[in-house]
């Protein structure tokens, strides 16, 4: 069993910042790249960020590049996500999630997932 605990999701205005957590187990985060995706209401799941285990490299959707930093602090075994710049567009669940393989940008790669964090961004 894998747990994967998001937390630091609300409610901002447009322009404004937040920080999401993704808290797993010590194992987790230094065997697992750690993705974030986000899902809107009517909407499909959308790959947000990711990092891998191994190099930390990092990869981000065209819709958030610039604008979010995914990064990981193995000492308190937590991923963040940094958001700037929030758009309304932006509002949705966001889900943490761990898979095995690097350079992972589809959902179906992952085995393990959150529960997920609400951010709602207001105009």
């Known amino acids: 069993q894998v747990d994967l605990v998001e937390s630091g999701g609300g409610r901002v205005q447009a322009g404004g910042s937040l920080t999401l957590s993704c808290a797993t187990a010590e194992r987790t985060v230094r065997t697992y790249t750690i993705g974030w995706f986000r899902q809107a209401p009517n909407k499909e799941h959308e790959f947000v960020a990711t990092?891998?285990?191994?190099?930390?490299?990092?990869y981000y959707a065209d819709s958030v590049k610039g604008r979010f930093t995914v990064s990981r602090d193995n000492a308190k075994n937590t991923v963040y996500l940094q958001m700037n710049s929030l758009t309304t567009d932006d509002t949705a669940i966001y889900y943490c999630?761990?898979?095995?393989?690097?350079?992972?940008?589809?959902?179906?790669?992952?085995?393990?997932w959150g529960r997920g964090t609400q951010v709602t961004v207001s105009s």
């Open positions: 990092i891998d285990w191994s190099d930390d490299r990092t």
């Open positions: 999630a761990g898979a095995l393989v690097r350079s992972a940008l589809s959902a179906g790669q992952y085995v393990h």
